[in-house]
């Protein structure tokens, strides 16, 4: 399985391929959307979400719902390409229009112009803009509503919002249950605590990110590999997750805090428990050796702060070569809640690949009986 | 390029295939060598390691010392096979010796078992060791060394030793002054305390991990995509450094850090000196929109502790089903040291294989010139 | 480059992605909607062909028919999409419409209903119908656009419909001048032979197939490689030219006649001309060690007859297990020409692929001055 | 499943890795060596056959001859390497020993000699050698031997020598009985003609080639793809075997034939018989849509004459610029039973590779199970 995507953020549309899935998924066209929806939430985004009404639409690969093993094409249609047309249309266009000289901080523009020798960054934010994530999230929910039929569940919440930080542990149905606020965090309170500083951010200008929590219940052993260093499960889930725009860190389990303790400290001891093999902690969050190992996966990735900030931040234009103060496109002040919903998405996409790999499957009745199987 | 490894812990040897390498690389043996033997040094190692004297064979793609564009062959044997023969030997042995059933903790065994649907890890073990990352320092030393003809340089150091961590800044010249002692540290004082509590680790038979700063410099900008998902460099240089046997953890700048503080204190300005755009700070580690800016690449990887510990851990045999304490196969404390080298190995590996597939080249002296016309 | 497709034959439309294609190409509409109406034409085609007023239309990628170095998403929209609707939209229909029980020989019918355990093979026909072509050709005339600022050229002819062939050698210059009849034959009087045969076949309800050449001028020395067999020049491109529906062989230069022919009348001497080296032959075709060797590509590949027959083959409805003739659902007698097409643009993708994975570019112009440079 | 070969024809020998190859698969060290004495022999071989006594040797992914499910390397040694160390070794020797400066039509050396821009074809030569396919066939009989375990079976024989050609068909159960003489014919009478031919050749210091014809048992339906162009499985079989140097065609059933015939006398119709749906011809040659079809796969691939030819080709030294007779390295007059070898066993290899992704495995007895299942 293989996800391709395309698409500008201005531009007709986002669109993807997604090949190799397997026939017979029924989907779910109110719960793609509903991910979109809550893609474009949380306390701290602009104006542009409000546009942005994105929906689904199946191209290819779907017939009355139902996928058919060929490849699926998708798009999520940019609501206000009619505005851009003059300026982004691909069959023409006055494509002087709209340029942006002063290259944003934290973006793409510098060395994206450096890299296609341009005067103007337009073209390179067109398509680095995280825009292209919608996309993803569509692509994703198909393949989260596979993942969904072997019994597999992914889910996640917001632990952080700039220095305000949720340091307690969760069970996964405390997640979904206390999940989907205004910051998708799961303590009451600290959400608030959070809103306060997205609101004290927005007045000065500036801006947030975060830091995400990712889980997975329903991952039987063995996925991924110890075998080649380039099929290790915490390896590939990381690079999904690292592929998000303004993602900085990613971790797994315990993750850094797991290089400051004893090794006493850190592994989860196996005990015995009527006939079974049980671990009472998962500090591995899951994976040993590059394998899933039965637990529950457990993944953080930080968010940076939006780069594009009211208050401005002091860049050069690279036409002229002054002093200037690099323009704000865009009003959100935090995204942590959106992003966590792309995460989620990703780390769909690339379980379900992991997936596929190991047990094959034309169809999803035969790969749900091998899963089964295992 | 594509860099394929092959060998277990106690078989002949380690053996990797790298291929797409391009032709008319001088090669330095002792180069080679010098890392390995760095990969087995610092303090809190155990005693396998002095039986490692692991040198590189080139067996095939050199001839004289230069790379000739056809796959390079190589390996580095496993010195103590001969005493592992009758056990492990491909051609004939006896499989069923030293079984190792009591499933350790921390490592591969437990998922590995399961997946392969075995009664004994050993056949696991063998491969799962970080005994694999010998040839993969190997191999990303002459990928270092070609990267060096681009005037691209690879450093790093040890930042932190379980508790005890240097919070300090480094130039890239102060790392190569001052690293290279007992453990890899850039601080004379951290690195006397950090000895200290390995040593006491090793008193209370525990074991310790690390965190390892890993610096690029002279890597020009555009490299990485902000185009396709997949191509993004942070993306790919964090699954090399996560493909790493026991890391955890990998961020890109401030990583983690980025995620708590406000955008203002996040983004590096751009600013305009004698006709150059110039930065003044580097949080991005290097890296925005996916792509290399032209600054200093700065990455971090958290090491979990030894999962082997002489105290031994609680498991289950899974073949009696019995609850015993995992038996310590190898006695080393702490191996962030010899993690930072192969860190630093991996990473060549992956810088070389994006340099390659922007700029192709099927000769050292043309890749060369297409990197300078950049 | 990667080029992925989607889309069913009566289903919205044919879509493509293009990644890893340079920035900077000017796109030239007209010259691909004029291969898109090549690929519908040709003596023999049945009425489906006028329905098939294809025309491409950029979706992403592309701006003021500029490439951005973003993904390219294309899409030749199917006409008739709104007739089938009922029964093949994605987002509902009956999708019990228009079942295809009585499996036809020669199509992929009967072994993609047993892979997808399916008792219609509608879902199979759609998808693996040469329909899916169209979105080929139209990407690969994007590829050749590309090749042509290279000047490297492609250009292909019919040798042969049914029994009827033209053994004559022709030049490059000889075949784009009287190319362009009927059957896309190079010899007036063969193709009126041809025209004939085609007449006759349609009178017996019966099909054709034909032969095909392909030619590239302007390829330099050294694409593909002789170090990697996956990598050989000839292994790519039969891959890509057996890819196309219906073609049963393909061979380069001489190819299955060099197997009958003793050394000495196989092999293209070297000669000493004016200081270079010249060959007086080229029964190589063009490729010698897996590489391209400086002299033209010369290519064939044989199309089976169409599989559906207007006098209607034997075959068994999977249904009830009863013996019936298939129906015809298409009513093409030779398709030749229109396949010729299509082999171009193929060809081309795999080309483009070829120099791009060997010379990089970012741009058309970085990639142009590299090639120069060789 | 992927196979990366490496080594030079003089060097230390051939290496390979073959990773994501299951676990538990009883290997069989006489099966392997046998495909290797097969591949040296053959009516028409020179004195370099006897030198070549080949045996492989594992040196990794193997323990008492069982797979561990880890990489698999292996190697075959060259025996003549103590010869040309001195011009030879990695790690020292003198390089500008042994020179070919004459280029030989029909090999790789002009074109890698501009690829590289070198002086000496030496280097380009010693990877470009069929010799290569030692390692390719000990691999891909490996291969071989987990298809049998699913009773998959590969066979193959010539079918001409130059022009002396076997027309007659032959069930696989034929083939095998007749095959093994002295060029791997299935006709007695064409055998002792072959041999005129090549004694002929020989003593006119000319070489010829052939055309072999593959057969597979046991492959049951659906394997490949009619859903993405890149899998179909004519397409990847016929990569495959053009990737065998000296290969100019390759083609699937009656191939290129099929072109010249009426579509009533080329597709194989579907009859009931007993419940069961079955074919009375197979001109298709198994592989219908770009899949298997249950039918017996029949391939034919086409080798050029050995290109060094005893009485000399006329070529260019690249060093003087003057015109020379190219050198005959060796002195094979004709190789077609070897390389009939070297097909099946890239046959194998590329139908494992298939097997594998649609059905996953991590261990043979999985494989089975689920293959059985289909």
């Not at 001891?269 to 049980?278: L, M, S, V």
């Not at 590059?290 to 009211?310: D, Y």
Request: glycine share 10%; with cysteine.
């Amino acid at each position: 399985m293989k996800l391709t995507t395309a698409g500008e953020s201005h531009g007709k549309g986002l669109f993807a391929i997604l090949e190799g899935f397997p026939a017979g998924l029924k989907l779910d066209l109110t719960r793609i959307d509903g991910e979109l929806a809550r893609r474009r939430g949380g306390h701290g985004r602009g104006a542009r979400q409000n546009i942005e009404c994105d929906r689904v639409e199946f191209l290819s690969g779907v017939r009355d719902l139902v996928t058919l093993g060929s490849p699926l094409a998708l798009t999520v249609k940019n609501r206000d390409y009619e505005n851009w047309k003059g300026c982004m249309a691909p069959e023409g266009c006055d494509a002087s229009a709209r340029p942006l000289t002063a290259v944003r901080p934290g973006h793409a523009d510098l060395a994206g112009t450096e890299k296609y020798e341009l005067k103007d960054a337009r073209n390179i934010l067109e398509r680095a803009s995280a825009r292209e994530t919608a996309v993803r999230v569509a692509a994703g929910t198909v393949c989260r509503l596979l993942l969904e039929k072997l019994n597999i569940f992914v889910a996640g919440y917001v632990r952080s919002v700039g220095s305000v930080c949720d340091e307690k542990e969760y069970t996964y149905a405390q997640i979904l249950s206390q999940r989907g606020k205004d910051l998708c965090m799961a303590d009451a309170e600290k959400e608030l605590e959070a809103i306060e500083l997205i609101d004290r951010a927005r007045a000065a200008g500036d801006t947030l990110g975060g830091v995400a929590e990712l889980r997975v219940i329903g991952l039987k052993s063995g996925f991924g590999s110890c075998m080649t260093y380039e099929e290790k499960l915490d390896a590939r889930l990381c690079a999904a997750l690292m592929s998000v725009q303004a993602i900085k860190g990613v971790e797994v389990g315990l993750g850094f805090s797991a290089a400051g303790r004893f090794g006493s400290e850190v592994h989860d001891e196996i005990f015995a428990e009527n006939g079974k093999r049980i671990r009472k902690t998962n500090r591995a969050g899951g994976i040993e050796g590059g394998m899933s190992n039965g637990e529950e996966l457990v993944l953080h990735a930080a968010m940076k702060p939006i780069p594009t900030l009211m208050k401005g931040l002091r860049t050069v234009d690279i036409v002229t070569g002054e002093p200037v103060i690099a323009a704000a496109e865009r009003s959100d002040v935090c995204a942590i809640a959106a992003c966590e919903t792309v995460l989620e998405s990703v780390l769909c996409t690339a379980l379900a690949q992991v997936v596929l790999e190991r047990l094959g499957g034309d169809t999803v009745a035969q790969l749900a009986a091998r899963y089964e199987a295992l």
